[in-house]
């Protein structure tokens, strides 16, 4: 008897999930407008929003790429050889923050002095003993670049240190402020696509409010009720925030591509492999919250007893 009554539960179990998910398949295409409404709401928003997290990416790859370039120059005491000099390439690369050194030596620093004149004749008595030994410190964050700093002027055989720490600090404010813009506008986008699906849920659930009632003078239970509106929401969602992903991904590849066609564009968008999980999980998760959470709490209005 135990036996049969587990089985009987199991198969009422998935008959039911079988008519939820039937229902929640068959409201969406009942409601086609409102249904496309929505979906087109979360396309909008999830595109507005996945262009401004591009923008930001882009932004602070050409930053990256403008911090790369700004290295610190290590200049070597002048009673060194340049056998001495070299030795300290390892102490140099083991210091804080440092992703690598160059080491150039004072005939290389002296030719590419005279490189950057046109008269090069006026340069024929200059000798490569008037020029130091030097190192270009490349660092990994140019934030810590004064610190990185303070440290290469404590190891024995550096005379002096010189880094533009204007530029420096100028990278750093700006990426910092395009970080906190980026995070503001993305939270602002949010909170403006949950209100709007949530008020468009609402309204679909309005024009169904007798078919609500009737399901509860019939004797149906809240979550009877519910779980159809709530497959109802997940599926517009998920092909809502899959269809945003899909245009943002073919849109960003066809203005790449474009990009790429200018040799001389200063500019290299990053590629969309490098953010795409990123943005993929984003989408999937708004989409599911927008269109779940928004069904549950428009429901509950209708289904206070």
Not at 125 to 153: C, G
Not at 209 to 232: C, D
Not at 234 to 246: K, R
Not at 250 to 277: C, D, H, K, Q, T
Request: aromatic share 14%; net charge negative; glycine share 6%.
């Amino acid at each position: 008897m135990t036996e049969w009554t587990g089985i009987t539960t199991m198969k009422s179990s998935k008959s039911q999930s079988g008519y939820f998910i039937k229902e929640g398949f068959t409201s969406i295409f009942a409601h086609g407008l409102m249904s496309f409404a929505s979906i087109c709401i979360i396309i909008a928003f999830l595109m507005i929003m996945g262009s401004f997290i591009l923008l930001a990416v882009n932004i602070n790859s050409v930053v990256g790429d403008l911090e790369s370039d700004n290295i610190i120059l290590a200049f070597i005491d002048d009673y060194l050889s340049e056998v001495e000099a070299r030795a300290l390439e390892r102490e140099l690369a083991r210091t804080t923050n440092v992703s690598s050194v160059t080491f150039i030596t004072r005939e290389q620093a002296m030719e590419s002095f005279i490189g950057r004149h046109d008269d090069t004749d006026r340069f024929d008595d200059v000798d490569p003993t008037w020029f130091w030994h030097r190192y270009m410190v490349f660092v990994e964050d140019v934030a810590l670049i004064e610190y990185t700093l303070h440290e290469l002027r404590t190891i024995y055989g550096v005379e002096r240190v010189n880094a533009n720490l204007v530029i420096a600090r100028a990278l750093v404010t700006f990426r910092n402020f395009v970080t906190i813009v980026s995070l503001i506008i993305v939270a602002v986008l949010l909170a403006i696509s949950l209100f709007i699906m949530s008020n468009t849920i609402k309204l679909a659930i309005y024009e169904r409010r007798e078919e609500i009632s009737i399901m509860r003078m019939v004797g149906a239970t809240n979550s009877f009720i519910r779980w159809p509106f709530i497959i109802e929401g997940f599926i517009l969602g998920t092909i809502g925030s899959m269809a945003a992903f899909a245009i943002i991904w073919v849109v960003y590849g066809i203005l790449a591509g474009s990009v790429y066609e200018f040799e001389n564009f200063f500019i290299n968008l990053a590629p969309f492999s490098n953010v795409s999980v990123a943005i993929f999980a984003l989408f999937a998760a708004i989409g599911f919250g927008v269109g779940v959470g928004g069904s549950a709490l428009a429901l509950n209005k209708y289904l206070k007893v």
